[in-house]
């Protein structure tokens, strides 16, 4: 994945971060202090396999996230990860998604263009046969009260 | 025996005679007997599906999910181009122009049907509105939703968006849409039970080729359908994790 530049801010003006995933991967990203809302009306739903790389995203997904359907399929989910999530709210979903439970929570996305946008994610596995073959998320409109919550709340589990 | 052919009751009322035209159409192209049983209302289908009388039935997602999970039914067709969407809607005379509007206390009216519920409750999360702090009321129709909203009995009301758009122009010009939803994944299906799983390929070629003969596009009409179209199992799977992602 490669790291954002200066040139994707659209005009805006971003703050550095230097983000290293789960996995030991680091990129360099951007955050501009401007919300995208989320349109009224739609659900965002990505599917990955087992590992979190992303198989499918639907419309609204690929309109939301600023990226192109081809800058998306095939890379690891943590492309969304904004600077200001905790990693504890990431390891929870993770450890509750592999034991095969339901994971809902208010997350923070980052987009292409260092804007952000909140939704209110549910993540669930996907069972076959018994066997766990990926993951499907659907992302909705959030409570305006709860994202306040969650923004105050992040900062302190950082 | 006669196949059973179930009915989801949470369509359009004016469908039901065309649904008589489709399973003729059915029996005829399949040369099996089938009897159509229309559900008046969500508790006799679910009586149905409980006592395991149902062979063939077109289902909305939120049953079709408990069909396939638990009792095995396989996915046959889904009518073309016609996802299940949802619509909040107010009267014109009151004030409310958004979800944004409304406040704790707000009176909904809603009915059975369950996925129009769920996506109408969603519709309304934006706005910190919940089961525990709106004063929700079943009604046994959409037309009667929209009369509760129209005498002021209700706030904002919950519709199947095909019904509300078919509503008589008179009412629908007192009803002002504050969302519609626009899921587009989610959609009614056409399963079989797995007892008669050898017979369900004949049954889906029949179905798949229904709009090729005239006879057949003619009992489409009559229930609001285009054409039906193929479904695979992962198909119905994903729609289910969708349905579970979005429920309790
Ligand atoms: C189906 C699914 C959807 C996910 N959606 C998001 C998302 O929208 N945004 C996000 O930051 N992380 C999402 N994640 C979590 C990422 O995989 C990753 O854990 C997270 O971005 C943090 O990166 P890290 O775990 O490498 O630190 C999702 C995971 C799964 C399984």
Redesign the pocket.
């Known amino acids: 994945m490669r790291d954002m530049t200066l040139d994707d801010l659209q005009g805006e003006i971003g703050v550095e971060h230097l983000?290293?995933?789960?996995?030991g991967r680091r990129r360099r990203v951007f955050a501009v202090d401007l919300e995208v809302p989320f349109p009224e009306g739609r659900l965002i739903v990505?599917?990955?396999d087992p590992s979190?790389v992303i198989t499918q995203a639907n419309e609204s997904f690929v309109a939301m996230s600023g990226y192109s359907i081809d800058e998306l399929i095939g890379q690891?989910?943590?492309i969304?990860?904004?600077p200001d999530?905790p990693?504890a709210a990431?390891?929870d979903?993770?450890d509750t998604?592999r034991r095969g439970e339901k994971w809902t929570g208010y997350?923070k996305?980052?987009r292409k263009d260092g804007a952000y946008y909140w939704?209110f994610?549910s993540?669930v596995p996907n069972i076959r046969d018994g066997c766990i073959v990926?993951?499907?998320?659907v992302?909705r409109k959030p409570s305006r009260r709860k994202v306040a919550e969650a923004a105050a709340l992040y900062p302190a589990l950082k | 025996m006669p196949l059973t052919f179930t009915v989801s009751p949470d369509f359009n009322a004016r469908y039901l005679p065309g649904w008589y035209v489709v399973n003729t159409w059915l029996q005829r192209h399949t040369g099996e007997s089938i009897h159509l049983e229309g559900c008046d209302d969500f508790d006799s289908l679910h009586r149905a599906m409980r006592d395991d009388r149902i062979d063939l039935v077109y289902a909305n997602s939120f049953d079709a999910a408990r069909l396939v999970r638990d009792h095995g039914f396989i996915a046959v067709a889904r009518p073309h181009g016609r996802p299940d969407e949802a619509v909040v809607a107010a009267a014109t005379r009151s004030t409310l122009n958004s979800i944004d509007d409304l406040r704790p206390g707000t009176r909904v009216a809603t009915t059975d049907n369950p996925d129009v519920h769920m996506m109408g409750m969603i519709m309304l999360e934006p706005a910190d509105l919940d089961a525990s702090n709106l004063v929700v009321e079943q009604r046994p129709s959409f037309v009667l939703v929209a009369k509760s909203l129209l005498n002021g009995e209700s706030d904002v009301g919950f519709f199947l968006a095909e019904t509300f758009d078919e509503l008589s122009a008179t009412v629908r010009h007192q009803l002002r849409v504050l969302v519609r939803s626009e899921i587009q994944v989610i959609s009614h299906l056409v399963l079989a039970h797995p007892r008669i799983g050898d017979r369900v390929d004949a049954i889906r070629r029949s179905l798949l080729l229904m709009h090729s003969d005239e006879r057949g596009r003619a009992a489409l009409a009559d229930v609001g359908v285009e054409h039906w179209e193929p479904v695979d199992h992962e198909d119905v799977e994903f729609m289910i994790d969708l349905m579970v992602a979005l429920t309790g």
Do not use: C, E, I, Q
């Open positions: 983000l290293t995933y789960a996995d990505s599917r990955t979190g690891p989910h943590y969304l990860r904004h999530m990693a990431f390891k979903l993770w998604v997350v996305n980052l939704v994610a993540v990926g993951y499907t998320s992302r």
